[in-house]
C-alpha cells in the first residue's frame, strides 16, 4: 500500500500509543544518525528549531529534515558544525488498511475492529519543542540558517529558528 499523506497524522489524538515490548510487526524508524558531523570539537554558537504548534512529526519528515541540513552544511562547513537530532519518535502510529477495488465490499468488514496495525512513528512536538540543534562557530551562522531553513519545510508545521551562546565545558581553556 502507498503511504498515507502527513496530514491523516499530523494532529495530536488519542492516548499514547509507544509500548513496543506488547505489539508486533513495528516498522523500524527510518532516523540514520541522531548526531552528524564533528563530534569531538566544541562549538560556541547553537542553532536550534523549535515547533511553533503542538503537532505529530512523522520519522519519516525529521530524517528528511537532517539529510536537507547536512547537505548544506557539507557544502559550506565541512568540518565546521555538529548537526544534532533532538527527539527520538516513540509514538507508533497505526492504521487501518481498507480494501479497494471492484468487489472490495464483499471482502471487506468496513470499520468493525478498526484497532489498526502499526505503519511507522511519530513524535509528538508541543508549543516550544526542539527539533534539530547546529551547533557551529561565528563562521558559519549564515550557513547553519540557511540549513535549519530548508530542514523546516520538511516538518510541515510552523517553526521558529533560535541563536545561543554557549560556555565552554569546564576544565578546558577558552
Known amino acids: 500500500m502507498t503511504r498515507k499523506p502527513a ?5 495530536i489524538e488519542g492516548q499514547v500509543y509507544t509500548r513496543q515490548e506488547y505489539m508486533g510487526g513495528i516498522p523500524n524508524c527510518r532516523i540514520v544518525q541522531f548526531d552528524v558531523g564533528n563530534l569531538r570539537t566544541f562549538f560556541p554558537i547553537e542553532l ?4 511553533e504548534e503542538a503537532t ?5 519528515s525529521l530524517e ?3 539529510v536537507s541540513a547536512v547537505r548544506v552544511l557539507e557544502a559550506a562547513a565541512p568540518n565546521g558544525y555538529h548537526l544534532k537530532v533532538r527527539k527520538y519518535p516513540h509514538q507508533i502510529l497505526r492504521e487501518h488498511k481498507m ?9 471487506s468488514d468496513g470499520m468493525r475492529g478498526a ?3 502499526p505503519v511507522g512513528h511519530a513524535v509528538r ?3 516550544g519543542t526542539t527539533l534539530l540543534s547546529i551547533y557551529t562557530t561565528a563562521d558559519h551562522i549564515d550557513d547553519a540558517k540557511e540549513a535549519l531553513r530548508k530542514a523546516s519545510h520538511k516538518i510541515g508545521s510552523p517553526s521558529r529558528v533560535t541563536i545561543t551562546k554557549r560556555l565552554p565545558p569546564k576544565g578546558t581553556a577558552a
Not at 480494501?99 to 471482502?107: E, F, N, S
Open 56 to 60: 505529530q512529526v512523522r520519522d519519516q
Open 125 to 127: 512536538a508541543q508549543i
Open 115 to 117: 484497532f489498526g496495525k
Open 99 to 107: 480494501a479497494t477495488g471492484a468487489g472490495a465490499d464483499r471482502i
Open 7 to 11: 496530514r491523516m497524522y499530523r494532529s
Open 64 to 66: 528528511a529534515a537532517r
Open 48 to 51: 536550534s528549531l523549535s515547533i
